[in-house]
């Protein structure tokens, strides 16, 4: 008897879950297309839209025109009525970006504060912190808290950064990144950040893969998307190996014995594919270099070469795992006018037809690792609706 009425709860809280999902994704709906397209009776419908509105998750927002009965009301989503900020730190500069219940950035900023693992750093990034939630303008009684990406491996557990080279530390406790932080936070690996930042909005393909070509080339593979409007977090979805190093694909040998690594070895796919390959020719920035690249005949030997490293590199990962492969990192958001030609040369090493139309590009070009560190509070919030 308890186990059926666990299992009715647990339907009424799917239910309401797919309601929720289903109104945030479509921005503009309705109780008879909920109905019709989640199956669900009218009455189910009613009663947790009303809900849903009581807890201020859910408003009216006017009628749809007449198609001949009653008009019925528009539903959207109160998307400012939980908000995230997510901080990316790196080796030198700290991102900061603002994100509701819409997964959309809106509001950012980038500050070059080189990494240092002592306190008077975690102290002022703590301050910033603070300054940036201020800036929001937004009530505190809708924060669900800091989402914190940064570029090194972390344990299963979420507690200690095993490894993070760019950062110079190894076996660090999370909480040292927000000890004066007053609020809830949470780590997450950069790539895997952004990955999450991609796949929020995309119930989509049931595999992906995240090729981040940042200063280091890192990645995410995404896993066992499912077409319900059950949400479920992003992040549980990541395949994230038995010692969460997977994703690693900077270190993957492109050719033996060619340039070193920093980790050491020879010929890894980071030495030709890394965005330090590019912005270290146009001043450390890598914006120069796109901007000098249509006048300047250097330029473009040095990005030809660097297109047909990639290729080899993305097409490796296609064969590995036959899914969308999402070209990211910064470089990733320069890359929209050189698709086609990615594409031209990847698919002359595909093995099973010319066709390298998998290669797909990031859609979050600023902040996005920030942006997928803080939806992680975003969809926890969302499995509790
Ligand atoms: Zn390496």
């Not at 965005?275 to 146009?282: E, P, V």
């Not at 920035?285 to 660097?306: G, H, I, M, N």
């Not at 093995?351 to 509070?377: M, N, P, W």
Request: proline share 4%; hydrophobic share 40%.
């Amino acid at each position: 008897m308890l186990s059926k009425r666990a299992s009715n709860i647990e339907v009424k809280r799917i239910n309401r879950n797919q309601v929720y999902w289903l109104i945030n994704q479509r921005e503009r709906t309705s109780k008879p297309e909920i109905a019709a397209f989640l199956g669900l009776s009218m009455p189910t419908v009613l009663q947790n839209v009303d809900e849903l509105i009581e807890r201020g998750l859910v408003i009216e927002a006017g009628t749809f025109e007449s198609t001949g009965g009653r008009k019925a009301k528009i539903l959207s989503a109160n998307y400012a009525a939980r908000f995230a900020i997510g901080i990316d730190i790196t080796q030198n500069h700290i991102g900061l970006a603002l994100t509701d219940l819409s997964g959309k950035v809106h509001l950012h900023r980038r500050l070059q504060k080189p990494f240092d693992d002592s306190e008077s750093y975690y102290r002022e990034l703590g301050e910033l912190a603070m300054v940036f939630l201020r800036e929001t303008g937004r009530a505190v009684d809708g924060f669900l808290g800091f989402g914190i990406s940064i570029p090194g491996i972390i344990s299963l557990d979420g507690q200690i950064i095993t490894h993070s080279h760019a950062l110079g530390i190894a076996g660090v406790p999370c909480h040292r990144f927000y000890e004066f932080i007053p609020y809830p936070c949470v780590l997450t690996n950069d790539a895997n950040a952004a990955m999450i930042a991609e796949m929020y909005h995309n119930p989509g393909p049931m595999t992906a893969i995240y090729f981040s070509l940042s200063n280091y080339v890192g990645g995410a593979i995404f896993t066992q998307a499912t077409q319900d409007f059950e949400h479920k977090p992003v992040y549980d979805r990541l395949f994230l190996g038995d010692h969460c190093r997977s994703g690693e694909f900077g270190h993957m040998t492109l050719f033996p014995a060619g340039s070193p690594c920093y980790c050491g070895k020879q010929g890894c796919i980071d030495s030709y594919c890394s965005a330090r390959l590019l912005s270290g020719l146009t001043g450390n920035k890598l914006e120069s270099f796109f901007l000098e690249l249509p006048s300047d005949t250097a330029l473009q030997d040095v990005w030809s070469r660097y297109l047909d490293h990639l290729a080899i590199a993305v097409n490796s990962l296609h064969m590995a795992f036959d899914s969308p492969v999402i070209i990211g990192g910064y470089v990733g958001s320069f890359m929209e006018p050189h698709l086609f030609d990615l594409q031209q040369r990847a698919s002359q090493l595909n093995t099973f037809g010319q066709d390298a139309s998998y290669i797909r590009l990031c859609q979050f070009k600023v902040e996005a690792s920030a942006l997928g560190a803080a939806l992680r509070h975003i969809e926890a919030f969302i499995q509790t609706i």
